[in-house]
């Protein structure tokens, strides 16, 4: 049983319509808070929390969401910056409840082995 080609071509087709010529302007809007607070930010409060972040391959209507949103995306494919951005941005307090939350996410995780 081989793979169908032209299903493949197909799904191809229609990521690149989603991908390529959807706008993603309200999503941010709705789900981020771009006015508010810097990418730089958002990503020291919340980066532990996301899973999967797919808002720097859209395109943008309003210039201001698109520079946000891919500055975001940028930081979150950077752990080194995701530190940079947390001791930045969190108290120590914060920073520590932060590294305490993904210790507990990941000793659920099957992967994590505690040195």
């Not at 980066?47 to 808002?55: D, G, L, M, N, R």
């Amino acid at each position: 049983m081989g793979i169908d080609q032209s299903k493949i071509d197909d799904l191809d087709k229609k990521i690149e319509l989603y991908c390529g010529n959807r706008f993603a302007d309200e999503d941010v809007r709705r789900y981020f808070p771009y006015q508010t607070m810097s990418p730089e930010e958002y990503a020291a409060r919340h980066s532990h929390a996301v899973e999967c972040y797919a808002y720097g391959c859209f395109q943008y209507k309003d210039s201001a969401i698109g520079i946000w949103a891919r500055r975001l995306g940028a930081i979150l494919d950077d752990p080194t910056e995701i530190e940079n951005c947390r001791k930045r941005f969190l108290t120590p307090d914060e920073y520590i409840q932060i590294k305490e939350h993904i210790v507990v996410d990941r000793a659920g995780s099957s992967n994590f082995e505690p040195e």
